[in-house]
């Protein structure tokens, strides 16, 4: 069975510093990988995937993920971060079940920027 | 206009009460999922859709039935609401065949059970 683990609920930091969120999944199978952004009072909206192909894949605000699959991690990475990166961050993860596809969220990350 | 849409965005009802969230979307997309989101817990499936004949349960139905009225309509009920299902509810919709493709989420319905 697949799941998905973020190892940090809260991440506070600095505006201009870098950050890192982290994610580690667990399935059998061949994953395809998700980030997803909710800003306050708003549903989710993806901010990046990995399906297939180059394992480092970037978001057009900065954000990037690199897919490692001996250590089962897909972290999100941003070199230096805004007030407006405030939000919380989800990792999600796909694999074949009987009827389909179906994502598996993980818990949350929730990012604070300071000023 | 927003593509996914959820009604009521905030509802209070008390226990024992029968209530029905409502989806729509103008996207033209056939998958169509309710998740309920818990502080600490993610997003939880409760039940999705693949089509208007085919509805399957998700890893919580216990407690929740659902109704798809319409490719574009998705509505979710609880036939007799506790306390324990007070949360933020998304409703949210995929295009992909083979669910590859990246969910579109609504707005969220906030709700209480007192």
């Known amino acids: 069975a697949q799941s998905v683990t973020q190892l940090d609920s809260q991440v506070p930091v600095f505006e201009e510093a870098p950050v890192e969120l982290r994610c580690n999944y667990s399935?059998?199978?061949?994953?395809?990988l998700f980030w997803y952004v909710q800003y306050p009072n708003q549903g989710l909206q993806l901010l990046l995937k990995y399906l297939s192909g180059s394992t480092l894949v970037k978001s057009i605000n900065g954000f990037e993920a690199e897919f490692n699959k001996s250590q089962t991690s897909f972290h999100l990475r941003k070199p230096s971060v805004h007030i407006s990166d405030t939000a919380e961050y989800f990792c999600a993860v796909s694999d074949r079940d009987t009827g389909g596809f179906k994502t598996i969220f993980g818990a949350g990350t929730r990012l604070f920027v300071k000023a | 206009d927003a593509d996914v849409t959820q009604t009521p965005r905030n509802r209070i009802t008390k226990t024992g009460k029968r209530i029905m969230l409502e989806c729509s979307q103008t996207?033209?997309?056939?998958?169509m999922y309710w998740y309920r989101q818990d502080p600490g817990l993610g997003l939880r499936l409760i039940y999705y859709?693949?089509?208007?004949?085919?509805?399957n349960k998700g890893e919580i139905s216990d407690g929740y039935s659902v109704s798809r009225q319409a490719q574009a309509k998705f509505s979710l009920s609880l036939e007799s609401a506790i306390p324990n299902q007070t949360a933020l509810y998304f409703c949210?919709?995929?295009?992909?065949?083979?669910?590859?493709?990246?969910?579109?989420f609504g707005p969220g319905t906030r709700l209480t059970v007192l």
């Open positions: 859709s693949f089509d208007v004949k085919d509805i």
């Open positions: 399935s059998s199978v061949s994953v395809y």
């Open positions: 949210a919709t995929s295009a992909g065949a083979r669910g590859l493709d990246e969910q579109f």
């Open positions: 996207k033209g997309h056939d998958r």
